[in-house]
């Protein structure tokens, strides 16, 4: 399911590169390329999604932006934070969410998570949806995730640490039943794989004035 959606051709910008990319002018992309999996964005007005797993010292903290062609969300950025202090997180996140492309962010609101996600939701409103890890909450961005591989809703560039962090994350059954997951790769504990699921989880809606609506 991960090799059907890879895409060789797919190279991921940087924030500064994805910012450059939304001040072209037509003319200038039209000369760039017509391609879905050109690294420049397709679109003059390109709709973004965006998931953000959150973490400080010892995991990750990642931010994926996808850009959505049709029903299928192309990866555009993924950006990887460690031991980075709160304001140089918040400053990553804030220069993204405030773009008018981007249409919705998912923000793990768990743990330490808590306060950058209301402080975002604050900021900018519906358009960002603070997430907390419930078990039952894991279990469909896990499910949701899967589903969407299967669908191939999701183009992915070819990376090995993706890669890893996609197929280390485990389904697991506790003694009384419950379904939990967990999994860790050789950098990270999922925290790309979470990024992901929550992005995608942000594009199964539409944003609108009221709130987030399927």
Not at 55 to 64: Q, T, Y
Not at 186 to 197: E, I, L, V
Request: one cysteine or more; glycine letters at 6%; charged letters at 30%.
């Amino acid at each position: 399911m991960i090799t059907a959606c890879e895409d060789n051709h797919l190279s991921p910008l940087s924030s500064d590169q994805l910012l450059r990319s939304l001040s072209l002018s037509d003319r200038e992309r039209a000369g760039v390329s017509g391609s879905f999996s050109d690294p420049q964005l397709s679109t003059k007005n390109p709709q973004l999604y965006l998931g953000m797993d959150v973490a400080r010292k010892e995991n990750l903290c990642v931010i994926d932006v996808g850009e959505k062609l049709g029903d299928v969300l192309w990866d555009r950025l993924r950006i990887e934070l460690q031991d980075q202090s709160f304001s140089e997180i918040e400053f990553e996140l804030y220069r993204l969410l405030n773009l008018s492309q981007v249409k919705r962010a998912c923000i793990d609101a768990t743990g330490m998570g808590m306060q950058l996600a209301e402080r975002a939701r604050e900021r900018f409103g519906w358009k960002v949806e603070p997430v907390t890890f419930t078990p039952t909450v894991k279990e469909d961005l896990a499910f949701g995730l899967r589903r969407d591989f299967e669908d191939r809703k999701l183009r992915i560039v070819r990376d090995d640490k993706l890669r890893s962090d996609l197929r280390a994350l485990r389904k697991e059954v506790t003694t009384s039943g419950n379904i939990r997951f967990g999994g860790e790769a050789d950098d990270s504990h999922c925290d790309r794989t979470w990024a992901k699921a929550l992005r995608q989880h942000a594009a199964r809606y539409r944003p609108s004035a009221g709130g987030a609506v399927a």
